[in-house]
């Protein structure tokens, strides 16, 4: 099982991507993780990862709390399936993706940059992982 952060659009702000990689390094001692820019028009995210669940992240989409988030990461691990997480550019996600996505995720209903965005998840997932391994960290 491995996890995927997918971002569409250049990550230049340098302090967000250092937090990134930071909370993703961290993640990595638990699981596998890869960081990647995608094109839209390069890849099948479908072909690609034909049994990974698939979660969008939207402003708009479902909201979690961090509890709930371990557990969808727990399940995803249990299932030995790939989590595929997929970040928009400035102009969101590609049309069409969201209504096949297994999940359109909120983080909260204001609106980020990307590379904020990115930092955030990145966050909760090492969070999710030290969560369930019982790391004193999540407290
Ligand atoms: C600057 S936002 C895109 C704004 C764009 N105008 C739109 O309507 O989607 C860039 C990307 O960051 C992610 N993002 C930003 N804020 C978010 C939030 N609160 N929850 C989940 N994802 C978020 C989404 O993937 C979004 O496509």
Redo the contacts with the bound molecule.
């Keep these: 099982m491995k996890i995927y952060v997918y971002y569409?659009?250049r990550a230049k702000d340098p302090h967000a991507n250092a937090l990134t990689k930071e909370f993703l390094g961290r993640a990595a001692r638990y699981n596998a993780v890869e960081l990647r820019e995608i094109r839209p028009d390069r890849i099948d995210l479908w072909g690609k990862h034909p049994s990974g669940r698939k979660i969008?992240?939207?402003?708009a989409?479902k909201r979690v709390d961090s509890v709930e988030f371990a557990a969808l990461v727990s399940k995803t691990v249990t299932e030995a399936r790939d989590l595929v997480f997929?970040?928009?550019?400035?102009?969101?996600?590609p049309k069409g993706w969201a209504a096949r996505a297994d999940l359109r995720?909120?983080?909260?209903?204001?609106?980020?940059?990307?590379e904020?965005?990115r930092a955030v998840?990145a966050e909760q997932i090492y969070r999710a992982f030290a969560t369930l391994r019982g790391h004193p960290y999540p407290r």
């Design positions: 569409i659009g969008l992240l939207d402003p989409g997929v970040l928009g550019g400035h102009d969101g996600l995720l909120s983080l909260s209903p204001l609106t980020f940059p990307h904020l965005a998840l």
